[in-house]
């Protein structure tokens, strides 16, 4: 199984990025997906997370109302549309897979992806 993520680059403040990650090995139709990042020297922390359904997503107060997760299971991708990125979202950002079944959001990965790196500028 493979979690490969992509998307990320060098923006100014105020700029967009769309991330996405395409899983490989296995289907994950039935599971929730999510986002987390983490910039040097802090933990890795949540940062979006959509149900299996797409019927919910959650997000941290930090990203609320900038960034939106969506999810193409026909394509076993999800992704996250960054907008008015601000210097503070600049971290690693990693993609992942609940491990339980028909859950509603990512509460203990099974998976993770690689990692791309967002790095916004002033």
């Known amino acids: 199984v493979q979690l490969q993520a992509s998307g990320g680059g060098l923006v100014q403040a105020g700029d967009s990025l769309r991330l996405s990650c395409a899983a490989s090995?296995?289907?994950?139709?039935?599971?929730?997906m999510g986002w987390f990042r983490q910039a040097p020297g802090k933990l890795r922390e949540y940062v979006a997370s959509?149900?299996?359904?797409?019927?919910?997503?959650y997000y941290p107060d930090s990203v609320k109302g900038r960034f939106t997760i969506s999810r193409d299971s026909a394509k076993n991708t999800v992704y996250l549309q960054m907008n008015s990125l601000k210097p503070e979202d600049t971290a690693m950002y990693y993609c992942?897979?609940?491990?339980?079944?028909?859950?509603?959001?990512?509460?203990?990965?099974?998976?993770w992806g690689q990692g791309t790196q967002v790095t916004v500028s002033s």
């Open positions: 992942a897979v609940d491990g339980a079944a028909y859950s509603d959001s990512v509460q203990i990965p099974d998976y």
């Open positions: 090995g296995r289907t994950f139709s039935n599971y929730a």
């Open positions: 959509i149900s299996w359904d797409s019927s919910t997503t």
